[in-house]
């Protein structure tokens, strides 16, 4: 079974400070990883998405994470955040079989502070 | 193009009746999801259908059910409702089984008083 940790559930920032969402897998096969974010009152938007090939992927409004399978980790970092950026983020998992099956972490609250 | 459209946002009933949510995917795709999201349990991961067959099914009592209609949209059935049930249910929209971006709706906030 897949399982998926966001050791954070707040991360406090200053605005264009850099920042770091941690996330770590577990799995015994391999796994498509996901980065979502919710805002207030809102469904869930995807950010972006590694199913293979290069381990760098980048979403179009400044966010990265790497694939590191070695630690098991995807983490979401970006550079300079904006009070826009104010959101909760998910890391989640699905198996290349089922892939419609998301696994999620339990989330992290990012409020980015003036 | 529209969006995954769920209705309603939100919904206050009370323990023991039951519910039906209702999920529009996005127009053409043919795989839906269902997720609840509970400050405590985070987001769990209800069922899926495709092409009216529900595919998998996550951990759930049976009093969670669901179906999917030949246009694709989706219901999902709570009875015997429960104060734990009170959730936020969100649905999730695909291509087909091989599209692995999840489009979802804004949710269904469910109140159980």
Known sequence: AQSVTQLDSQVPVFEEAPVELRCNYSSSVSVYLFWYVQYPNQGLQLLLKYLSGSTLVESINGFEAEFNKSQTSFHLRKPSVHISDTAEYFCAVSRPASSYKLIFGSGTRLLVRP | ?113
């Open chain 2, 1 to 113: 193009k529209a969006g995954v459209t769920q209705t309603p946002r939100y919904l206050i009933k009370t323990r023991g009746q039951q519910v039906t949510l209702s999920c529009s995917p996005i127009s053409g795709h043919r795989s839906v999801s269902w997720y609840q999201q509970t400050p405590g349990q985070g987001l769990q991961f209800l069922f899926e259908y495709f092409s009216e067959t529900q595919r998998n099914k996550g951990n759930f009592p049976g009093r969670f059910s669901g179906r999917q209609f030949s246009n694709s949209r989706s219901e999902m059935n709570v009875s015997t409702l429960e104060l734990g049930d009170s959730a936020l249910y969100l649905c999730a929209s695909s291509y087909s089984d091989s599209d692995f971006e999840a489009f979802f709706g804004q949710g269904t906030r469910l109140t159980v008083v």
